[in-house]
Structure formats: C-alpha cells, structure tokens
C-alpha cells in the first residue's frame, strides 16, 4: 500500500497524520509513505524527521493525495480537498459526517471508502480513536472558559478558583464521557465548584469516585440542565452520540437566562453542538457574543496543543492504519469494531447513525 499524509489546511489545524515513528512502521512493514513537505512544521516535526524514517517527501497536496491508496489525515476534506476524492482511495481521519452532509455527498459520489476515526470501537462499545483528543479538548475546555471569562476578553471578570472570602467559579459540565471528566477534572484542579451531568447513572457513579467530594453530579433532564446552565459562569458541552448529531439540550431560552459575561464552550460542535446557539467557529475568529453570552464553537480545538495532539493521535491510530494498509476489506472483516468505523463506501453512506442524522 502507498499511504499518504497531506498537510492539514482546516483553518489553525497544525496536527498531522503520522510521525516518524508510524512511518517506520509502515516502511517496515512494507509500505511506501508520502508525506507532503511541511506536513508535521506545525506539530515541531520536520521532512528530515519523516525522510529518516523511511519517508517519501512529496512537493504538493496533488502528490501526497493522489499518489496514494490510502491517505491518512486528522481532519476531515474540507472543500478545497474534494477535488481528491477518488473511487479507489481509502480515507482514514476523523469525519463527523452528521455535521457536514455536503462532504457526505461527496464521499458517496466519489464513491471513496471513508473510515471515520470517531466511529471506530473497542470490544467494549469505547471509542479508542476519539478517545485521546476527546481528552485534549476537554482539558482544553476548561482551560479556554476560564481565560475568556478575564474582564480583558469580556467575560465577568471571574477567577474560576476564586480566592479566600469571595465566591469560586462555577462550571457545568454537560456529558460525563471522555470529555465531560477531562473539563471537570481540570476545573476542580482550579478549584472552581463543578457540576456534571449526564443521563447514565453509571458515568454520574463513576464520576463521583473518581471526584470524591470534589463535583456534583446531576441525572440529565430539563429541570436539572436549565437551572445548571443559568447558574454556570462556565458552560461546557461534552455529549457525544456516535455518529449522529449531538443532542440540543441547552434552549436559546436558557441562554438568555445566563448571566451577561457567562460562557459556553461547546465541545460537541463536531457533531453540530449541545447548545441551540452554538455555531462552528475557527481559530482565525474562535468567539461570538449572543444574548451577552460568550460562545466558542473551534471544530478542531486539539489544533491549539498540536504537538500533544498528534503524538496522542497517533499511539491510537497506528495500530488501525498498519491493518488497514495491509488489506481494508481483510482487515474491516476480522475488527467489527474497525468495521464500525467505515461511514462510505461503494456511493453509499454505510453508518446507520450518520444515514439517520443525514436523513
């Protein structure tokens, strides 16, 4: 198999397909690897890095794209990319189709088979791929809500840990997943109060173990969301359906009711956000203000810590890609969960949540 790792383009995307040391994999395995020039600048990692392990450094997109069988990405094609969908190539990065049904479209007329990072599982329904920047990103979550809630970048003015005398921060956490305990366990580091809330009480259990003391958990209904939100200085959504679109649980109403200078991060924007006000954002222009709420939408949030990110991706995708390059079809056949992962194929869209969210 020729495996190609192009350089990403989504706006302030700065991860990468491999590094050097899944390309040795690969070359050891048997495969040729095209890196486009300059793919892994933004992750630290240079050509000489990727030359060395066996690489191939390719001039342009046109020859990292269309030289290989399979490419490997972290983000999905955006528009100035569909011109490289092809019929006998096999795409391996995350896809959120449920949020970009123009990019369905086009992997289904391009007739490409199209594994989606997001959609593979474990033996144990977990999401193994998704799993290390959902991490990422809910560190991130916490991280970002407490800098825009500076006076300076018109928040409250609040510091989320507070000090001796003066109330602390609040931060709801929408979503006990991989997410919702990386915002929590970073807001609680903070020593803001935490809320998390979730619909399976076996998460709110685990949650609680984890966070003895430290957070509260609430069972998710519209009571407990609506008066969570109102109170929060700091809103994060983390609810995840794999392969649909997430769930709206937070009601323009409920906005309106946030204090001025309040705060939504919105995780869940990839698979078209949690809260009703929510839109995709970039790095280029990441905030917008609505109903005197301060809303973060980034669809790649990851991008900002990209040399955490791609090292972190990588350790997770590399055992996949190495199967995957050695024969799709073989390798589809004998992982059920990888073959949860395939989302187009043949000019069909084959995932059954992303069939129903295009619906």
Known sequence: MIVGVPREVKVGEMRVGLVPAGVQALVDAGHRVLVQAGAGEGSGIPDAAYRGAGAEIVADADAAWGGAGMVVKVKEPVPAEYGFLRADLVLFTYLHLAAVPELAR???????????????????????????????????????????????????????????????????????????????????????????????????????????????????????????????????????????????????????????????????????????????????????????????????????VPRTSTFALTNATLPYALRLADGVDAALAADPGLAKGLNAKAGRITHPAVLEALA
């Open 106 to 304: 086009r992997l289904a007329g391009g007739r490409v088979t199209a594994i989606a990072y997001e959609t593979v599982e474990a033996p144990d329904g977990s999401l193994p791929l998704l799993a290390p920047m959902s991490e990422v990103a809910g560190r991130l979550a916490t991280q970002i809500g407490a800098t825009l809630l500076q006076k300076d970048r018109g928040g409250q003015g609040i510091l989320l840990g507070g000090v001796p005398g003066v109330r602390h921060g609040r931060v709801t956490v929408l979503g006990a997943g991989s997410v919702g305990r990386s915002a929590a366990r970073v807001a609680i580091g903070m020593g803001a109060e935490v809320t998390l809330i979730d619909r399976d009480l076996r998460r709110l259990e685990e949650a609680d173990a984890l966070f003895p003391g430290k957070v509260e958990t609430l069972m998710s209904n519209r009571t407990n969301i609506e008066a969570a939100a109102v109170d929060a200085d700091l809103l994060v959504g983390g609810v995840l359906v794999t392969g649909a679109r997430a769930p709206v649980l937070v009601s323009e109403e409920t906005v309106r009711r946030m204090r001025p200078g309040s705060v939504v991060v919105d995780v869940a924007i990839d698979q078209g956000g949690t809260v009703a006000t929510i839109r995709p954002t970039t790095h280029a222009e990441p905030t917008y203000v609505l109903h005197g709420v301060i809303h973060y939408g980034v669809t790649n949030m990851p991008a900002l």
